[in-house]
């Protein structure tokens, strides 16, 4: 029997899990919470140290914009946080201990001060009380802020869910590009035209973080890359890249034509949403199929065995 023949007899592997069920459960977390969380969040760390680099610019109307998105974004976060858990007595109780090595426990500890201090500078914005309280608020929001937007990609590859374990490097780059161009979004779709050049700017910063980091998923990650390229995750992704590429051409036009300038916040946005969800259902899918786990833990072996 030749070579070639024996080649084309021999089936494809298959992984199966004990009485058919799965190596891993789905995230428990639920949906559409979480991935709203994990936008509202994103956007609202942006936004606040957007509105800090505003102050200092002297640029009010985009400074207010963003404290305002900042609360809002970051109080909607917590709900949705809560829904998800429950209770509201489930979240303070994360807050009774800081844990250094726990991402969730550190996110909690992010989160809340966070939210309070995003709540104060835009009470003090509107009200126009405790200017010099609200100021500092603000600025304490906005050292805040990049934490904001990235340490829900640190908690989701802490998990041992395939595509998001895998993509510990990649989620974090996505996190931020998608925060600024949520926080643009925002920006592009409220301030004066005469304002927006930092937010144009921030926004084209970010689509080209987020489009590569989303790039090196859905080829860089070896055979978990497969749920970001297909299925659900890719439809949503893929919606993702073209309303990010959208928006980044749209915002050029922003400061001569108002209506491509609400265009782009829009496309912004709704890229942010896709993506959050995209890479939520991602990861659900990876734990439906068992060679999403075996595969890699045997290349892993396979890799150290070698280096000895």
């Known amino acids: 029997m030749s070579p070639r023949r024996e080649r084309t007899m021999v089936e494809p592997a298959e992984f199966k899990s004990y009485y058919g069920r799965p190596i891993l459960k789905e995230p428990a977390w639920k949906q559409p919470d979480v991935p709203l969380y994990l936008f509202l969040g994103g956007a609202a760390g942006a936004s606040a140290t957007m509105a800090v680099l505003a102050d200092v610019t002297g640029r ?34 994360m807050l009774r201990v800081l844990k250094p090595t726990s991402p969730l426990s550190v996110g909690s500890w992010i989160l809340s001060p966070f939210s309070g201090l995003a709540a104060v500078a835009a009470a003090s914005e509107v009200t126009g009380r405790l200017p010099r309280i609200g100021r500092l608020a603000g600025v304490a929001a906005g050292v805040l802020g990049p934490a904001m937007c990235t340490y829900t990609a640190v908690l989701l590859a802490d998990t041992a869910t395939p595509s998001w374990h895998e993509a510990h490097g990649t989620l974090p780059v996505l996190f931020a590009g998608s925060a600024m161009t949520s926080g643009a979004g925002a920006a592009l779709l409220a301030v004066p035209a005469g304002e927006i050049g930092p937010a144009v700017r921030a926004g084209l910063v970010g689509a080209v973080a987020e489009l ?6 859905e080829t860089g990650l070896g055979l978990v890359s497969e749920p970001y390229r297909t299925g659900r995750a890719g439809k949503l992704l893929k919606a993702a890249k073209a309303l990010t590429a959208a928006g980044a051409g749209l915002s050029l036009l922003a400061r001569r034509n108002r209506a491509a300038g609400m265009l782009a916040g829009a496309a912004y946005l709704a890229s942010g949403l896709c993506t959050r969800f995209g890479v939520y259902a991602a990861g659900v899918e990876s734990t439906k199929d068992p060679k999403y786990v075996v595969i890699p833990q045997r290349e892993r072996l396979e890799r150290r065995s070698a280096q000895r």
């Open 212 to 217: 590569v980091a989303e790039h090196h998923l």
């Open 60 to 93: 009010p109307g985009l400074a207010r914009v963003g404290k305002l998105v900042a609360s809002g974004g970051s109080l909607a976060s917590v709900v949705a946080l809560v829904h998800d858990l429950g209770k509201p007595t489930r979240f303070l109780h």
